[in-house]
């Protein structure tokens, strides 16, 4: 008897949406074709739905250790599940940040048995630990190195060259990049009005974004290191980065493709700020070039929630960053329904890509064999996102009041239904992701 049969499922197997049925027996994917004569103990009827890979948001920040009062790895697993997403990949700018082995283990400690998703953590690069990079190959539930080279959330700031370049020289994984220049941010510091959000792309520029961007290219090449550039915003990266490809990969987020300057700040004030910015449409145009032309990588949520209560303060004295894990899918979906990119082309970027870049063992395909987590979808399903539904705890999206085309109807993680139909179900078994 197998454990669950998704069935009547059109089911994306091979590039091809094909109708089929999907048996899973120990959390494993154990056969693919007929199965109307099978029996199992649970049973999900999947008709008229399209069935994926587990999604995998490979940006998040769910602030534990620190800021828990805002957002933890509990809180921040029920959004991903909500949303769809069967995996994450969570960020080092803790309190204390994640950038030795003894917080890496208290992070792992604080996930188990408290995460509804499967999950990984970054290991954060400092201007002092740049030894301890070239052990961390084998290190369990490590989805690679986070860089901070510009001043964003948290204290992890590895600003000067010399020190990038140590952290590139010993690296054993995929280096991500927050890619944005100190230099340029402290000197453009002036140029900050005071509450005035339609400053914040002013002083967070695209020269400074472009800068620090070709420098990391650069001292990435010099060592033959991956790096992972990430929420690429600028036309000048996107026309830098598609003359470097390879080893060279990069990010851009739902809200950079949704949102933009001025209308965003018009629109949603303080609400709309985030590292690196919002900016213009002729920007947010040449995104959509990169994403028609499979020039990016992957779409991650840069999931990064505060509390309203510091949302509303006057800027500048707000905090950067808006909730995405719950409504990545919902969103990219609408953007599939409106011809902007197609299914297809959403699945590399949440689902193969990931695997490929970062080495993830059995996921990001339906194939025997493989782990059973899947994305069901319903492309004709009509949401509106509204604050009370989104599990994070800061309680508030961006999208508030629009309304979606397309919609995650469950999500599976390990063989187990974590959710249906918007309900939460069972108990959070998310287990450590696991690398080549």
């Known amino acids: ?259 933009f300057a001025p209308d965003c700040y018009d629109k949603l004030g303080n609400y709309a700020q985030m590292n690196p910015p919002l900016r213009e449409k002729s920007h947010y145009d040449r995104l959509w070039y990169a994403v028609r032309n499979n020039l990016n990588d992957t779409i991650g949520s840069d999931h990064a929630p505060h509390l309203k209560v510091n949302k509303d303060k006057e800027y500048p004295n707000t905090p950067s960053g808006m909730p995405g894990v719950q409504t990545l899918l919902p969103v990219m979906l609408n953007h599939v329904n409106e011809g902007r990119l197609s299914l297809n082309q959403l699945i590399n970027l949440l689902c193969e890509n990931p695997v490929r870049i970062f080495g993830i063992q059995n996921k990001g395909f339906i194939k025997k064999d493989y782990d059973a987590d899947f994305t069901i979808i319903n492309m004709e399903k009509i949401i509106e996102i509204k604050n009370e539904d989104i599990q994070s705890k800061c309680g508030w999206s961006p999208f508030h009041g629009e309304k979606f085309k397309g919609s995650p109807v469950a999500t599976i993680v390990n063989g187990i239904i974590k959710m249906k139909d918007g309900n939460i179900i069972g108990e959070p078994e998310g287990l450590p992701l696991k690398f080549d």
């Open 1 to 259: 008897m197998l454990d669950l049969i998704i069935k009547n499922g059109t089911c994306y197997i091979d590039g091809n949406l094909t109708k089929t049925d999907i048996g899973i027996t120990n959390n494993k994917i154990s056969h693919i074709g007929d199965l109307q004569s099978e029996k199992s103990k649970d049973l999900y009827d999947a008709e008229n739905l399209i069935v994926l890979p587990g999604c995998l948001d490979t940006q998040v920040h769910f602030r534990e250790p620190g800021s828990t009062d805002t957002e933890d790895l509990h809180t921040g697993s029920k959004a991903a599940i909500a949303g769809g997403i069967t995996g994450v990949f969570e960020m080092p700018n803790t309190n204390p940040p994640t950038s030795n082995k003894k917080e890496f283990q208290r992070k792992l400690d604080l996930a188990k048995n408290r995460m509804y998703c499967n999950y990984a953590f970054y290991f954060g690069a400092t201007a002092d630990n740049s030894d301890d990079l070239a052990s961390l190959k084998s290190l369990e539930g490590c989805c690679g190195i986070k860089l901070f080279a510009g001043s964003s959330t948290g204290n992890l700031l590895v600003a000067e060259e010399d020190d990038i370049d140590k952290v590139f020289q010993n690296s054993s994984k995929v280096v991500a990049v927050h890619s944005e220049d100190e230099a340029i941010l402290n000197k453009n510091k002036k140029l900050i009005e005071k509450g005035n959000v339609h400053t914040h792309a002013v002083w967070r520029s695209a020269e400074c974004a472009i800068s620090s961007t070709r420098r990391i290219v650069k001292i990435a090449e010099r060592y033959n290191k991956k790096a992972h550039i990430l929420h690429i915003t600028t036309k000048e990266e996107i026309d830098f980065l598609s003359q470097h490809k390879g080893n060279i990969t990069f990010e851009i987020t739902p809200q950079h493709l949704t949102l």
